[in-house]
């Protein structure tokens, strides 16, 4: 299975962007998928996530109200919508997949994505 994330960039303080995250290869069969961040300098942490069967979304506090987390089942796809950036938001954002239960909130997954660099300007 690999994941391809898509869609980072420069966008100024306030503004928004849409990450994808697309998985492709062997019949893809997925309990969640997630989405993590690594800042400069900082640990890589939680972002969002969801239950593929259910749709149950999980937000870290950061980024709640602010994001929103959607899957395209037929495409094998997770989306991240993320408004109202701010400049702490920037970081390399990981998209990442779990094929068997696993803490959603932790980076347990099996597979992970290459990162998109989202960049927010004050």
């Known amino acids: 299975v690999q994941l391809q994330a898509s869609g980072g960039g420069l966008v100024q303080a306030g503004g928004s962007l849409r990450l994808s995250c697309a998985a492709s290869g062997r019949t893809f069969n997925s309990y969640g998928m997630g989405w993590f961040r690594q800042a400069p300098g900082k640990e890589r942490e939680f972002v969002a996530a969801i239950r593929w069967s259910s749709g149950s979304t999980y937000y870290a506090d950061s980024i709640k109200g602010r994001f929103t987390i959607s899957r395209d089942n037929a495409k094998n796809t997770v989306y991240l919508q993320m408004n109202s950036l701010k400049p702490e938001d920037t970081a390399v954002y990981y998209c990442?997949?779990?094929?068997?239960?696993?803490?959603?909130?932790?980076?347990?997954?099996?597979?992970w994505g290459q990162g998109t660099l989202v960049t927010v300007s004050s």
């Open positions: 990442a997949a779990a094929r068997s239960y696993t803490d959603l909130l932790r980076p347990g997954y099996d597979y």
